[in-house]
């Protein structure tokens, strides 16, 4: 018997798997960033979205709810990468004028690829008729492109100037 094709709930349920354990690896990789920051205004940052992406996480529980599935990751190559090279930029710049630049850009790669997952998990929920987790998903969408606005602040008006000037 011929295996039924994979639908778009199966992406989807999938794509979130990815992104939940994607926001849990965010989770256990954010104090690192906050420790290692220089400037004041990074470690704030890095701690204000922290606890936001603890409410990411709970909003991507409700999500699981919604479908009737249990919360859980599937491990997420991209994630795992992003965060590796920001590891790498930590222990290979520490102390040295630099670091803080280093460090927002890995930030904003993670930034740039939660938007993109979170824009395709909200579409692709429209498309299923899951309003409950456009609602969540598109809340979630809205605070991370804040965040990368935040970041990209920061690096214009301080961080890549000292960088450089040091």
Known sequence: MAKEPK????????????????EKKILSTLPKMEKAAQKTEL??????????????VARLE???AAIDKKPQGKTCDAIVGITDEGAEVMKEYKGSPALDAG???????????????????????NELG???AVRLLDQTLAEEKKTDATLTE?????????AEAA
């Not at 470690?43 to 990411?56: C, N, Y």
């Not at 890995?106 to 930034?111: H, T």
């Not at 997952?117 to 579409?123: D, E, I």
Request: aromatic share 12%; glycine share 2%; charged share 30%.
């Open 62 to 64: 409700k999500v699981f």
């Open 7 to 22: 639908k778009l709930d199966e992406l989807f349920h999938d794509t979130l798997k990815d992104i939940y354990f994607a």
């Open 103 to 125: 460090l927002l850009a890995a930030a904003q790669a993670v930034e740039h690829y939660e938007i993109s997952r979170y824009g395709t998990l909200k579409t692709w929920a």
């Open 130 to 132: 899951l309003n409950d």
């Open 154 to 162: 920061i690096a214009e008006t301080a961080v890549n100037q000292e």
């Open 43 to 56: 470690k704030r940052a890095f701690a204000k979205h922290k606890t936001e992406t603890e409410e990411h």
